[in-house]
């Protein structure tokens, strides 16, 4: 992110809804553009910079859920978003966090809350001040410091999620560290055990060389996870 103010690419098709979320964010210092399809947000990424997305699931045409699975799997894997939805069963929660959603925000919803998640996604996105040491994970480098996961040369890219779960993980390597301690790096409101796991279950993909039987990050029954780094 530049020193410029966050651009944030909002889309919803519920005209009036977006207009007031817009106007509050644009009065909250944020630069903001609008979207009422998945195809016209498609249509603004081609051409614009992005610091984070804000993205409604119930939409016509493709949902918030398709448009999420397929920017992650294309062009924009690493860009937060954040889904706006009015079913939040914990279900729908964890659909959202399987198709690469960094975090999720139930409507109808108090737009001071909604800048709050936004601050704090952002803030995920950026290295931490103090960062852990960077870490061998078999074949590839974690290096917390650039926020960086490297695989022969080349970087793996990490969902805001992802990263603040690492990070989180690295910073405190044979530990064992709750669900709830990493809920908190993550920044969610509440602990939902199953999108955790989703989370853990993605960043295995990307740093175990056979997420079926981990090498690095294991699940202590009972208590939670631990990264035990390693070549």
């Known amino acids: 992110m530049s020193g410029e103010a966050p651009h944030i690419l909002l889309v919803d098709d519920d005209a009036r809804l977006s207009q007031l979320a817009a106007r509050f964010l644009a009065e909250q210092g944020f630069r903001v553009t609008q979207a009422a399809t998945a195809a016209e947000a498609r249509d603004k990424l081609r051409f614009l910079d992005f ?40 279900e ?65 890219r990490l969902t805001g999620a992802e990263l603040a779960l690492l990070a989180a993980l690295a910073a405190r390597p044979h530990e064992i560290l709750s669900r709830e301690a990493l809920a908190t790096a993550l920044g969610l409101d509440d602990v939902n055990e199953r999108a955790i796991d989703v989370q853990v279950t993605r960043l295995r993909r990307k740093i175990e060389p056979d997420p079926r039987e981990p090498r690095f990050l294991h699940t202590v029954r009972g208590k939670g996870y631990t990264l035990k780094p390693g070549a």
């Open 92 to 156: 729908d929660i964890v659909a959202g966090f399987e198709a690469g959603a960094d975090d999720y925000l139930g409507k109808p919803f108090d737009p001071r809350v909604l800048v709050a998640r936004i601050r704090a996604m952002l803030r995920r996105a950026q290295p931490a001040a103090t960062p852990a040491a960077p870490l061998q994970l078999g074949p590839a480098m974690f290096d917390p410091a650039r926020g960086e996961l490297v695989l022969a040369s080349a970087r793996v």
């Open 51 to 90: 610091d984070l997305m804000v993205l409604d699931v119930m939409m016509p045409g493709e949902t918030g859920l398709e448009l999420t699975a397929g920017l992650r799997a294309e062009r924009a894997p690493d860009m937060p978003i954040l889904l706006l939805t009015a079913r939040d069963t914990p």
